[in-house]
């Protein structure tokens, strides 16, 4: 999952080093660790149902949206205390755009291939009630939750996900004992859940459901 070329694009068109690609893998290893034993899955005797949010997935363009802005204003020299303000937002260019967008789809192939991960629909559908609640409870008893996220985590809950595999620190701090508490969920750091996930395989008994967020 680490070659899905984006990183290589940035660095081809704008001109940065080999160390910027180096240093942002070095950054996201556990997680593309995780997915990569999560896809290897598929070529052996499944312990784990895998999910991931529409949500999520689509969160992934702004993302990398904000981290190209940031490249765009770095190499036009505009100082660190005024990339915030909108008004100094570089275009990115169409071709760029273009590039980016059939990179992306081509990993979303790999995922979805064989059943590795099933995206999930956000829509409440026939759990509309029930979805709401659970929204509900988690936006007026988390003080900084965002709602993008209850929207994540009520999703989790509704398929009755065991493991909510996630890098916001600031988000586990935040639910994740009332959320096991009241759902029996966990929220995990993806070296966390690579690291249960290699010691199922060696076991070789353990069936679960996953939920793959960020």
């Known amino acids: 999952m680490h070659n899905s070329g984006v990183l290589t694009l940035f660095c081809d068109r ?3 080093s080999e160390e ?9 290893s556990q997680s593309i660790s995780f997915i990569d034993e999560v896809i290897s899955q598929q070529h052996k005797k499944p312990l784990c149902d895998f999910y991931i949010s529409y949500l999520a997935l689509n969160e992934l363009f702004s993302a990398i949206r904000d981290e190209l802005r ?3 204003l770095f190499k036009n020299g505009l100082p660190i205390s005024r990339w915030r303000d909108g008004r100094n937002f570089p275009e990115i260019p169409d071709e760029c755009t ?3 967008y059939a990179k992306i789809q081509s990993t979303f192939d790999v995922l979805f291939e064989n059943g590795a991960i099933v995206p999930l629909s956000d829509e409440p559908g026939e759990n509309g009630d029930n ?8 936006i007026f008893s988390s003080k900084g939750i965002e709602t993008q996220d209850a929207i994540l985590l009520t999703t989790a809950i509704l398929v009755r996900a065991e493991c909510f595999v996630t890098k916001d620190d600031k ?3 935040e639910v994740r004992d009332t959320l096991k508490q009241r759902y029996n969920i ?9 690291s249960r996930l290699r010691s199922m395989r060696k076991r070789g008994s353990f ?7 960020r």
């Not at 979805?131 to 988690?138: C, R, V």
């Not at 069936?207 to 967020?213: A, E």
């Open 14 to 16: 704008y001109g940065l």
């Open 20 to 28: 910027f690609k180096e240093v942002y893998l070095a950054r996201y």
């Open 70 to 72: 940031t490249i765009i």
């Open 98 to 100: 273009e590039a980016i």
């Open 131 to 138: 979805f709401s609640e659970i929204f509900a409870w988690l």
């Open 171 to 173: 988000l586990r701090r």
């Open 186 to 194: 966990e929220l995990l750091q993806p070296g966390s859940a690579l």
């Open 207 to 213: 069936y679960t459901k996953h939920l793959s967020y």
